[in-house]
T-cell receptor, first 115, second 111 residues
């Protein structure tokens, strides 16, 4: 059963803590993305990776870090430098070939709350 | 000007009516256009994509693209209460395969 999984579904962070959000896909997609969504807002791109061992900053990368050591995995770390991290975090992946290149498919999301 | 702009909602239509959702974009180099549906508290799910000018139909959904006017729309025929959700328009950036999302339009279909 192919898809994108994110864990945990809910995450609570204390001030000053780093937390890591997991994103795994078994769709054999090359590209993976992290977005942040605030209430009533659209999606804002944090980081993206089009190939293993390479990634680029999106529009709001400050306070976040990523790695792409495997094609299937693209974890996001929310660092203590991110001053307002409470949001819904969405991971997506896409292929760069085939009938619908660039079509992004989303995982179920992680809702992060700072206590 | 926002790169991708959608009707500010919420949009309310009666059950069985046609819902029309609109989106304009600023980058003339954009090649691919997507509509996603997002239920409250859930992640976006793809409804349709369109690459060429004109209409593309899939069941009750029709996407319309006019590149000259930089305009893409989604029509939902025979709207159902289960169509009540936020609809996100997304457009490819000129480089890198990134998508730029509009802020979304909330649709409410009243029984």
């Amino acid at each position: 059963d192919g898809g994108i999984t994110q864990s945990p579904k809910y995450l609570f962070r204390k001030e000053g803590q780093n937390v890591t959000l997991s994103c795994e896909q078994n769709l054999n997609h090359d590209a993976m993305y992290w977005y942040r969504q605030d209430p009533g807002q659209g999606l804002r791109l944090i980081y993206y990776s089009q190939i293993v061992n390479d990634f680029q900053k999106g529009d709001i990368a400050e306070g976040y870090s990523v790695s792409r050591e495997k094609k299937e995995s693209f974890p996001l770390t929310v660092t203590s430098a991110q001053k307002n991290p409470t949001a819904f975090y969405l991971c997506a992946s896409s292929t760069t070939s085939g009938g619908a290149p660039d079509t992004q498919y989303f995982g179920p999301g992680t809702r992060l709350t700072v206590l | 000007q926002k790169e991708v702009e959608q009707n500010s909602g919420p949009l309310s239509v009666p059950e069985g009516a046609i819902a029309s959702l609109n989106c304009t974009y600023s980058d003339r180099g954009s090649q691919s256009f997507f509509w996603y549906r997002q239920y409250s508290g859930k992640s976006p799910e793809l409804i349709m994509f369109i690459y060429s000018n004109g209409d593309k139909e899939d069941g009750r959904f029709t996407a319309q693209l006019n590149k000259a006017s930089q305009y893409v729309s989604l029509l939902i025929r025979d709207s159902q209460p289960s169509d009540s959700a936020t609809y996100l328009c997304a457009v490819t950036a000129n480089q890198g395969g990134k998508l730029i999302f509009g802020q979304g339009t909330e649709l409410s279909v009243k029984p």
